[in-house]
């Protein structure tokens, strides 16, 4: 994905020139403070709100007529955003019913991607029944069961306790590292986007720029030491300056 | 200085937050469970005693106020002449409410479609609305067919705006999110209503269905006494006012039955299809213990 420069402003100037090339594969963090226009650069690549300015270029794939690559981008938003009335099942099967595949022919697909979260057992549960870590899952399940090449997440764990956190980012990462999809990742956690992405973009408000680009060494394969170790501090460390030096940069009164 | 006083015994079940899975397994004894049907009961057979005595000892003759022996027996005697003026009644209500129920639905998702369809249609819906409908049975009764056909009108106009106006706040409130989501995956108008805004106005629908369904009966029996018709056709309403003049008043309690168990027919058909389509899933139609 070569992303371009967009501009966008609703009166107040929102983003500013932001200009961000994404690679293959890769997992990057958008983290800043709020109001840096994170959420809004997420959503004008997902196509949900169009750019004052500025383009999103695509790689060579289908771009369909609301200028999206057709099926390859998945949307886990901050809360788990289910449909109440239908199963987990019925959830995850949304985006291919929508595409008009038949709920026979995405059977096994479904249950194949809520196996890769752990929700084998739960496809006849209906989200009232779940925790809000397990419908989570299920929302994670739905970006996913399109096997989309772009995964965009906006904080998506923002509201969950810190061990459900930890373990939905394990898993996160254990998706990612299996399925090769590229994910943009937006947070206001240093801890989350270090201990993810291997590639951070730290974002400055008022308006919203891009202020620091810092690339992280990230093979996915984290373990549980990994919290604890030397390189997670310097890391944190590094981040938790830049992103000092951003929220004191950005805005200036 | 009162005491804290400690009521009956502490729940100690906790279901945490983060069970996988909560149990929804109703957890009523059956003592509760006797107790909750034979408390109401008990208080209506009491009220019916209370009735009973208050006509016995105070001797009340029969014109003024019936016991309730009479009024059972009015409903077995006359129950030739009002089983066709029930069956008018329903046919009204029931009809007027399909009506309304269809006219709504179709209605609202017409007026959700655009803003300016909405702002076009706005005055009528409003001066409709503010318009006591029982004010206009005069002019229906000059410009419909026949009384039956005035009735019908009455009777749907009165149900057709609690059904309008809470199915269009019903697809009206749809998770910003969803939308969201369904415009994503490039979801068509057509799907996004059928998949996504009709099954969330589902609990709208289904609070206007009962509004609806009260309403239909009670505009039904009121426009037929403002239009004082008789014959062939008559529903209970005109029954009860023929009992009336005619100072049956055992057969006017009797009509009044009717009329009292239509409608907790109603209600308890509508409640029933509400619990059937949302007990699965929406708040509203889940038991909770707290």
């Known amino acids: 994905m070569r992303g371009v420069s967009k501009v ?73 955003t289910l449909m109440p009335w239908k199963t987990v099942f019925g959830n995850v099967y949304l985006p291919l019913r929508l595409t008009g595949v038949s709920k026979s022919a995405a059977r096994e697909r479904i249950m194949e991607t809520l196996a890769s979260v752990g929700l084998a057992d739960f496809s006849e549960a209906y989200p009232r029944e779940l925790s809000g870590g397990m419908k989570m899952r299920v929302s994670i399940a739905r970006a996913l069961v399109t096997r989309p090449k772009l995964l965009l997440m906006d904080e998506p764990f923002a509201a969950l306790d810190e061990f459900t956190r930890q373990k939905l980012n394990d898993d996160v990462l254990r998706l990612w590292r299996q399925s090769g999809v590229t994910v943009i990742f937006v947070t206001h956690s240093v801890f989350e986007s270090a201990y993810l992405s291997n590639r951070i973009v730290v974002m400055k408000a008022r308006p919203g720029q891009v202020f620091a680009d810092l690339p992280l060494a990230n093979d996915g394969e984290r373990t549980a030491d990994y919290r604890t170790s030397e390189a997670y501090r310097v890391a944190t460390h590094e981040v938790s300056r830049s992103l000092h030096d951003a929220i004191h940069a950005g805005g200036g009164h | ?144 067919p026949d009384t039956q056909t005035a009735l019908l009108i009455c009777s749907f106009l009165v149900a057709f705006f609690p059904i309008l106006s809470n199915m269009v706040t019903g697809l009206k409130s749809v998770d910003h999110n969803l939308l969201n989501l369904y415009d994503l995956y490039g979801a068509s108008r057509w799907q996004t209503l059928i998949y996504l805004k009709i099954p969330a106005a589902m609990p709208y629908f289904m609070a206007g269905l009962r509004i609806g369904g009260g309403l239909a009966l009670i505009a039904a029996v009121v426009a037929e006494f403002a239009a004082g018709s008789a014959g062939e056709g008559s529903g209970l309403a005109f029954r009860l006012l023929e009992s009336q003049y005619r100072l049956n008043i055992p057969r006017l309690f009797a009509a009044l039955i009717l009329l009292t168990g239509t409608g907790i027919a109603i209600f308890g058909l509508t409640s029933f299809i509400a619990w059937l389509s949302l007990h699965r899933w929406h708040e509203s139609a889940i038991k909770r213990e707290n």
Not at chain 2, 2 to 26: H, N
Not at chain 2, 113 to 141: C, D, G, H, M, R
Request: aromatic fraction near 6%; hydrophobic fraction near 50%; charge should be negative.
């Open chain 2, 1 to 144: 200085m009162s005491e804290m006083v400690q009521t009956g015994p502490r729940d100690d079940d906790e279901a945490g937050t983060d069970s996988a899975v909560a149990i929804l397994v109703p957890r009523t004894s059956t003592t509760e469970k006797v107790l909750r049907i034979a408390v109401p009961v008990g208080m209506l057979v009491l009220g019916v005693v209370a009735w009973h005595l208050t006509v016995v000892l105070n001797g009340i003759p029969k014109y003024i106020l019936p016991t309730p022996a009479d009024v059972a027996n009015s409903l077995l005697n006359d129950w030739p002449t009002l089983l066709p003026a029930l069956w008018v009644t329903l046919r009204i209500t029931f009809t007027a409410l399909a009506l309304a129920l269809v006219g709504g639905v179709a209605m609202a998702i017409l007026l959700v479609q655009s803003k300016w369809i909405e702002l076009a249609l706005f005055p009528y819906a409003v001066i409709l609305q503010v318009t006591p409908i029982i004010a206009i049975a005069p002019l229906l009764l000059i410009y419909a």
């Open chain 1, 8 to 80: 966008f402003s609703n009166g107040t100037l929102a983003l500013k020139d932001m200009s961000l090339d994404v690679e293959r594969g890769e997992f990057l963090s958008l983290l800043g403070p709020s109001g840096c226009g994170k959420s809004t650069a997420l959503r004008i690549v997902a196509g949900l709100g169009a750019a004052s300015s500025g383009k999103i270029d695509w790689p060579s794939s289908r771009i369909n007529a609301r200028g999206l690559p057709e099926g390859d981008v998945g949307f886990v938003f901050q809360e788990p």
